[in-house]
């Protein structure tokens, strides 16, 4: 792909009270954020932005770095710096299904099933959901993506014994939580989760079309039913460069 051109109405002012590094990182993340530079488009190169905005190479590498925490942008050694796709943010309030979440952002969802059976209850998860060791779980493992594009891995343990005939059901087409609605009369009332970045094994980054050790988000949440039941427990592995949480707090 090309490298685009700065607008040329984008103006550096020298006796403005702003930083010359604020101004220059207002101008490109606009570009960004209006879409004039896509996702997958290369930004100019460093000696462009020098030459265009008449600013020292420190401060466009400054703010070229200030976008790349932001994750508006990332660089490939030897091919040059180039927008990133967008990110889906997430709050932490309320527990949402992968389809609707996909659909109110205006995202089409669709789900690949990596794999689906029973297995023994391993003692880590059955302390978890407070069943014995080795009480049959229904293990389901899927690829979810977001316009094709590989978004997150779920690997979710029901027990078993509270959803007889699941594995009868198509868990790729229909939403795993609206399936347990309508046919068992389970309805998740709350969630505990714990969060933390992991490095993505070889297996792992391969379904996620990302390099191994990539960094993902980890989420291990333990859903409750309206009975105040532990009935599920959840691996959930997030693309770390397409999804950021956010939770609100109050002091």
Known sequence: MMAMGAGQTDRIYRNS????????????????????????DMIPPESELVNQYQVSRITV???????????????????GTFVALPRVDQALMRIVTFTDDMLQRGIEPSTRLVSAGIV?????????????????LVNIKRLRLGN???????????I???????????????????????????????????????????????????????????????????ENIPAEFLHLYHRGDRYELYNELRG
């Open 17 to 40: 009270k702003l930083p010359l590094y604020q101004q220059l990182y207002e101008i490109l993340r606009s570009k960004i954020t209006r879409r004039e530079w896509q996702p997958g």
């Open 61 to 79: 590498r400054q703010v070229l770095d200030m976008l790349v925490q932001e994750g508006l942008i990332y660089r490939e050694r030897g091919r």
């Open 120 to 136: 023994p209850a391993p003692a880590d998860i059955a302390a978890k959901l407070q069943i014995e060791p080795g009480e049959e």
């Open 148 to 158: 094709g594009d590989p978004m997150s891995v779920e690997d979710t343990y029901l």
């Open 160 to 226: 078993h014994r509270l959803v007889p005939g699941l594995l009868d059901e198509d868990v790729v087409r229909n939403p795993l939580r609206r399936l347990l609605e309508t046919r068992y009369g389970i309805r998740w009332e709350r969630a505990s989760q714990v969060i933390r970045a992991v490095n993505a094994p070889a297996d792992l980054a391969k379904l996620l079309a990302i390099p191994p050790k990539s960094a993902v988000l980890y989420i291990e949440r333990i859903s409750y039913t309206q």
